[in-house]
Structures are given as C-alpha cells and as structure tokens.
C-alpha cells in the first residue's frame, strides 16, 4: 500500500526557516507530478508548490523568493524548504501527486491511483 508520509512540520518564530519532505517508503513517482498543499484552520486547501515530472517546478506568488521545492535525484522524497516564514504559513502543509499517478518500487512493484495520492499533512505553526 502506498502511503505518502510528510514529515518536518515544527513550531517556530517568524522569520524562522523549515524543511518539509514527503515520501512513501519504498517508491518513487518517476512518472508523477508531485506537490505541496496547505491546509488552514479554516479548512481551506491552497496549492503552494508543485513540481512536474520534467522537474518544472512552480510556486504560489505568497511564497515565491521565500519558499522552494524539490526532489531528490530517484524521485522517492518530495521536499519543501520554507524561509522567512510568517504567521500567514501556519497551517498543516500536505503533499500529493496528480490523479492516475502511478508509485513503483525499485523492484518494479507498481501501483496505480486514480484519484492520486495524499498524505496525512504535517503541522506547520509560526508565532
């Protein structure tokens, strides 16, 4: 079963930096676009990054120049490195691929959702 996990999520101040990563142990999503949601207490979900299968990647204009996303080199981890945070990034940041991606191991053990996969979120809290 594939269960993307994110992990990095912390409590800091304002200006403070983190470092998000995401990752199904085990698989990597060569064939996957990949991103960063954020959640707010509001239950409102915001695209904040996202990063395609040729490597483009894009950024929300609220954390363009602050924020940056990547994977390592196999396609297994998912990161976001968060800088100069505010107040206004608290929130529980969860990352997901685009529906139909399919997740496969290094022993070529794939599989296929169609709705794409999500993690659970990780918290994200800035003072």
């Known amino acids: 079963d594939v269960q993307l996990v994110e992990s990095g999520g912390d409590s800091v101040q304002a200006g403070g930096s983190l470092k998000l990563s995401c990752e199904a142990s085990?698989?990597?999503?060569?064939?996957?676009?990949m991103a960063w949601y954020r959640e707010g207490q509001d239950k409102s979900r915001e695209l904040v990054s996202s990063?395609?299968?040729?490597?483009?990647?894009s950024l929300a204009d609220n954390v363009k120049g602050r924020f940056t996303v990547s994977q390592d080199d196999k396609k297994k981890v998912l990161y976001l490195q968060m800088n100069e945070l505010t107040a206004a990034d608290t929130a529980t940041y969860i990352c997901?691929?685009?529906?139909?991606?399919?997740?496969?191991?290094?022993?070529?053990?794939?599989?296929?959702?169609?709705?794409?996969?999500w993690g659970q979120g990780t918290q994200v809290t800035v003072s």
């Open positions: 990063i395609s299968v040729d490597g483009t990647t």
């Open positions: 085990g698989y990597e999503f060569k064939r996957c676009n």
């Open positions: 997901a691929t685009n529906r139909g991606c399919t997740a496969c191991t290094d022993d070529g053990v794939c599989h296929m959702s169609r709705g794409g996969f």
